[in-house]
């Protein structure tokens, strides 16, 4: 099964450069993905193409108008067959993006993103076609196309086939509920700078205990939020009291 | 006074879609940034310039080798004559990025952004050239690109004259500490979907009053931690009183 991936831009410029390489290059050759980056423009229906207009109320910025973006996706939507598509916001005030929503999202087979550009939306818009308002973070962008290629580059991901194993391991932080353990590769003595010994020791349980305090180490210092919901054996457990006491 | 932006990535060709348009193409146009994409893969001092390279202690997936990177780092740091540059990495370990840390870092003369692509890092990067670890949420993407593209356009458009006033006002959600109020422009009526009569009232306090009141409405729906960090009126506390009744 193939995703559909479309995205409304007037911006659409903006993607190649990360939709053209890499993983989320190679995930459409494989036919795991295919991306439609529309703009929107195209579909204003007045002789200027205009996608904005000022704020009915007053006040500073512009809005984004309802018509064009109601009929992109009038349009890319007129020819769906089975299960209707989530329509994305990438805004501000959406729901925070985690993980577990890259998850369910990578079960779809129709994603339709929608990214204003400094402009604000028409509340219109947000009530009558949206399924998702989505936010990748307290911060603000200048438009709603980075946030996009981030959810994309999550969710594609985690489709089927497209990671090989040597690229899958790694940074999965949040699926084990841990932040990573350290690394180290070659040379053991870089400028002096030394790999610590378990590491080249041969012991496998040792390896294998170091790495796990280190994880539970580094999530205590630095997110100690995600050891709520993380599931600890009873070794784990132990060890997590160790450090507290340590740490206090 | 010019920001340097140097940003060290084997996928330099993934950024210029997004710094080549809009609003982070024209602060370079204005001159209130540079931004200079390096290919750390030219720092390796092997003849097959390796950037990577087995885990010890083993296990799936490869670590970025410390050399290219240090040498690229101690490269573009060199010439540095007055403070030293943050140099930035991109990783799920990171602290989460805010916007209050995207006005720190706009303060700053020269960024330098370290992504990997699907490999861990070395911990002697971390450990020696590091001065910062930023995560832009908790989710996996396949490198630090992106994340290294949203830092940059969260720093990049608050440097001084690249916003135009048109651009600046919306979207400005954490500024304020609540969420924005909903927007709308014409038709005051599409296809049977009307604006609310107040905002074609005329009336300027009764429209200000409404924009407030959804403000906070729509934090406190979505957003309620956001709340015990905003600086209310006194009239905002007691509309925020009025408004968590009704939801009881």
Request: aromatic share 8%; hydrophobic share 35%.
């Amino acid at each position: 099964m193939m995703m559909n991936i479309d995205v409304l831009s007037i911006f659409p410029e903006m993607f190649e450069g990360v939709l053209g390489h890499s993983i989320l290059k190679k995930a459409s050759d494989k036919g795991a993905v295919q991306y439609n980056i529309v703009n929107f423009r195209e579909f204003a229906n007045d002789k200027h193409q205009t996608v904005d207009d000022y704020p009915y109320g007053g006040g500073a910025g512009m809005v984004l108008k309802p018509q064009p973006i109601f009929d992109a996706v009038t349009y890319l939507t007129e020819q769906e067959k089975s299960t209707p598509p989530r329509v994305i916001l990438m805004c501000p005030q959406g729901e925070r993006y985690t993980q577990k929503k890259a998850e369910q999202l990578a079960q779809e087979e129709h994603l339709i993103f929608i990214c204003g550009h400094y402009e604000g939306y028409d509340e219109r818009i947000r009530e009558h076609i949206i399924t998702d308002e989505i936010s990748i973070g307290d911060y603000v962008l200048t438009g709603g196309e980075l946030g996009a290629m981030v959810v994309i580059d999550s969710v594609v991901r985690l489709l089927p086939g497209v990671l090989g194993s040597e690229q899958s391991h790694l940074q999965d932080s949040f699926s084990t509920g841990l932040l990573e353990h350290p690394h180290y590769t070659r040379p053991a003595d870089f400028r002096g700078m030394k790999v610590p010994e378990v590491l080249v020791s041969g012991n496998h349980k040792l390896i294998e205990d170091w790495r796990m305090k280190e994880s539970m180490r580094r999530t205590l210092n630095r997110r100690p939020d995600l050891l709520e919901n993380a599931n600890l054996t009873d070794q784990q457990k132990k060890w997590l009291d160790k450090l507290i006491n340590v740490n206090e």
